[in-house]
């Protein structure tokens, strides 16, 4: 019964949001401290929005996206860590258990926030909205490290696939030209 009137909420709220005209911005999200907070926090910023895990193959890309977030954050750019367990359970620890990891193996210091669900009946409702069918770039998430690029107006610009490294000629390109256009 619970799963079902969840599902109801999300649905709605994926509605609401789409014939409102609500930004994904205002979607309310927790960060990993599990403060309340959305992306409305990086407001005129480009972010780059990935989820992420901590036993996966593509872990090693935090390293690259800790390098491009160093390179770019004072130009009004911020990466957003979406922690997700939803692949191969590859994100098993607690908030404090990824924050360290990140902070001692990548040094990771761009927000992460809150562990959440990215596809299935429990996903969370900013993923929902990115993901629709009526999103720029529609279709389930496939697997960790998933990228969307937002723009500084809060609209997704492109989405990449996990083998898209963060330091790619083809993401910095896109990121580059985000930060130009003002």
Request: hydrophobic share 40%; with cysteine.
């Amino acid at each position: 019964m619970k799963i079902i009137a969840l599902l109801f909420v999300l649905c709605l709220a994926q509605a609401t949001i789409a014939s409102a005209g609500i930004s994904i911005l205002d979607i309310p999200l927790k960060d990993i401290n599990e403060k309340e907070t959305s992306l409305k926090a990086y407001q005129g910023k480009v972010i780059l929005l990935v989820n992420v895990a901590s036993q996966c193959g593509y872990t090693p890309q935090y390293k690259g996206l800790e390098a491009i977030y160093e390179k770019y954050k004072d130009q009004g750019f911020v990466i957003v860590g979406v922690p997700c367990n939803d692949f191969g359970s590859q994100e098993p620890g607690s908030a404090d258990e990824i924050k360290s990891f990140c902070e001692k193996n990548f040094h990771v210091s761009f927000p992460l926030m809150a562990k959440v669900h990215v596809k299935g009946d429990d996903q969370h409702p900013l993923y929902a909205a990115i993901t629709s069918k009526d999103a720029p770039f529609p279709g389930d998430i496939t697997w960790n490290f998933n990228k969307f690029l937002i723009g500084r107006d809060g609209k997704i610009i492109k989405r990449y696939d996990s083998k898209v490294k963060p330091e790619s000629g083809e993401l910095t390109g896109a990121v580059e030209s985000a930060l130009a256009a003002k």
